[in-house]
């Protein structure tokens, strides 16, 4: 968060159970649906109620981040 200068808070999840659990890896697959090596990571965006605002399953760069936060805001 710092690094990047994000404006929301960022989980790490290592062994894919978030992924899993909102379709952004399938059961039995080593790695998420977006690449990695390629610098594309799944993303969900939640709000404090915990309501998933948007599912986004291959997201590249900051700037999208930002860009689909200011469009949610």
Known sequence: MEKEGLPFPVLSDPERSIALAYGMSK???????????????????????????????DLATVEQQQEILATIG
């Open 27 to 57: 059961e039995g697959d080593n790695q998420y649906l977006a690449n990695p090596a390629e610098g594309r990571r799944p993303a969900v965006i939640i709000d404090e109620e915990g309501l998933i605002l948007k599912l986004l399953p």
